[in-house]
């Protein structure tokens, strides 16, 4: 229910582009292919990702012979499911994390702005309710307002945070944060890391200073690094994707801000493009407001 109004204006906005794509015609043809082709790069799915999906549709309507513009609908949900299905396996319908041995360790990177924090309360808050033990690292020290903010939602979900001092070495907090949750037996670790672009030498060398340093303390972590995107930024989200893949490996997405925006289709290209699943939707400023990816789901509530 909050994935269908957290996707309305993507959804109303697709459906009225898609209803001019056709207009008039009723059968599949080039001209209404590359209508499609525009309302999908339109709507932020992407350039390469459209044009596959496009060959796919093509393919069909040459097989077939004859397509009806009335089954575009049930074609082209059937076609970004496929998509989705070779980055997405398993459908979970709860945050879970698979079982390690010691705590969990989620690194979790992108640029300021992005959400990055809010994500991360709404992850701690979900895994708090279901009894599991989480700690926060604030090891992104750049700015005051980042442990500040990430505090405030350790308060807010009642989670404990270990933080430093700003301008402290972003290595130095995740070395603390990880004894700290060995110590205290946690379940998962949760760190917040600098997301500045501006230098991607720099961004490169304290990632991997960062991940270099948690292996010291726990072999093995970060068990995962999950990118956050800002989905309402379209194409800068494709940008930002491509500059954190460069600069470290990230093994899962979070696409954010999703209520606000038209341009839902970023969640489609990017975990095809990058090959990267996405885990988690942001779909409102609130602390339920974090869903766990589920394609069907994704896909129902787009087109239906
Ligand atoms: P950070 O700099 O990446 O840590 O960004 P923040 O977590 O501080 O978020 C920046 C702003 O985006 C805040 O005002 C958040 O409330 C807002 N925000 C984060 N996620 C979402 C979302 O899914 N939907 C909406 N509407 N706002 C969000």
Do not use: C
């Amino acid at each position: 229910e909050t994935l269908d109004k957290g996707l309305e204006k993507s959804k109303t906005s697709f459906f009225s582009k898609l209803g001019k794509a056709v207009v008039g015609k009723s059968k599949v043809d080039d001209e209404v292919l590359d209508n499609l082709e525009e309302v999908l790069v339109t709507s932020d799915v992407g350039v390469e990702t459209t044009l596959k999906i496009i060959g796919r549709i093509e393919e069909r309507v040459a097989r077939d012979k004859y397509v009806g513009t009335d089954e575009l609908d049930r074609i082209l949900r059937e076609e970004i499911a496929g998509l989705l299905e070779e980055t997405h396996s398993g459908e979970a319908a709860e945050v879970s994390l698979p079982e390690v041995e010691g705590p969990y360790v989620v690194m979790v990177v992108g640029v300021n702005g992005v959400g990055k924090t809010t994500t991360i309360g709404k992850l701690a808050h979900q895994f708090n309710q279901q009894g599991k033990k989480v700690i926060l690292g604030a090891a992104d020290t750049f700015r005051a307002a980042a442990i500040e903010q990430l505090e405030i939602w350790a308060e807010r979900v009642g989670v404990p945070i270990v933080k430093q001092r700003m301008g402290s070495d972003p290595a130095s907090v995740a070395f603390d944060t990880l004894s700290s949750a060995v110590g205290q037996q946690a379940d998962i670790v949760l760190i917040d890391t600098a997301g500045r672009l501006h230098n991607k030498v720099n961004l490169m060398n304290e990632l991997t200073k960062v991940r270099r340093v948690m292996q010291k303390v726990i072999p093995g972590a970060p068990h995962e690094v999950l990118l956050v995107l800002d989905g309402s930024t379209g194409q800068n989200a494709f940008e930002q994707a491509r500059q954190f893949t460069r600069a470290t490996e990230v093994n899962s997405l979070a696409v954010t801000k999703l209520d606000g925006t038209a341009k839902g289709g970023v969640v489609i290209g990017i975990s095809d493009q990058f090959g990267i699943p996405v885990k988690y939707i942001g779909v409102g400023e609130g602390v339920e407001d974090l869903q766990v990816f589920n394609k069907y789901e994704f896909v129902d509530s787009f087109f239906k």
